[in-house]
């Protein structure tokens, strides 16, 4: 059974510094996703990346993949008070197929 | 607007009662998936539909059933209503492409008293 898991699960940040977000996952996926989640909203696709050493980014944010290791990292720049919401990796495989969602990092910035 | 949509917004029932929920995918994409977000059990997929037939089943309960109709509208259908089934519901429809990116409605808010 592919499990996700993410960390840390919370995440209060100073306005202006640097930090990494987690995803490890259990087996072998071609597939990763990065989602953002604003409280009682839906969820916003930020990313995807479909093979190993895939880097993208937008503005603050930075994604990557490492499939030999199973993880994905999302990096923080300069953080923002923007940025404040819950972010999700999620994990598939090419074609139809449901995704695996970690249990969210949330993220606080403050001033 | 991620082209998604899904009705009704928030929905209040009560135990013992039966809902439906209503998806509307993207143009033109074939696939809907239904998830169920819940503080306990975060994120967890339900139910996937592709171009009207069945696909996958995840953690669905047998009271809980789907369809998809030739308009590629999804209805989720609850039933024998219990407090733990009080969660946020997405559909999430996708083209089908090797991305596989998956497009979230806004989600209905169940929430049983």
């Known amino acids: 059974e592919l499990k996700v898991e993410q960390n840390p699960l919370f995440l209060s940040m100073q306005e202006g510094k640097n930090y990494t977000i987690y995803c490890n996952y259990s087996?072998?996926?071609?597939?990763l996703y990065w989602y953002r989640q604003d409280p009682g909203k839906s969820l916003e696709s930020l990313f995807v990346?479909?093979?190993?050493?895939a880097v993208k980014q937008e503005g603050r944010l930075m994604a990557s993949l490492d499939t030999k290791a199973r993880l994905s990292t999302l990096h923080i720049t300069a953080a923002v008070h923007d940025l404040s919401a819950t972010y999700f990796c999620?994990?598939?495989?090419?074609?139809?197929?449901?995704?695996?969602f970690g249990k969210g990092t949330r993220l606080s910035v403050i001033a | 607007d991620s082209g998604v949509t899904q009705t009704p917004k928030h929905l209040i029932t009560a135990t013992g009662q039966r809902v439906t929920l209503r998806c509307s995918p993207r143009?033109?994409?074939?696939?809907v998936y239904w998830y169920q977000q819940s503080l306990d059990q975060g994120l967890q997929f339900l139910i996937q539909?592709?171009?009207?037939?069945?696909?996958a089943k995840g953690n669905i309960l047998e009271r809980f059933s789907a369809q998809q109709f030739p308009d590629l509208h999804s209805e989720l259908n609850l039933s024998s209503l219990e407090l733990g089934d009080s969660a946020l519901y997405f559909c999430?429809?996708?083209?089908?492409?090797?991305?596989?990116?998956?497009?979230f409605g806004p989600g209905t808010r169940l929430t049983v008293l």
């Open positions: 999430a429809s996708t083209s089908g492409s090797s991305y596989n990116e998956q497009f």
């Open positions: 087996t072998t996926s071609d597939r």
């Open positions: 990346l479909l093979s190993n050493g």
């Open positions: 999620a994990v598939g495989n090419s074609g139809n197929t449901p995704l695996v």
């Open positions: 143009s033109g994409d074939l696939s």
């Open positions: 539909y592709y171009n009207g037939e069945e696909r």
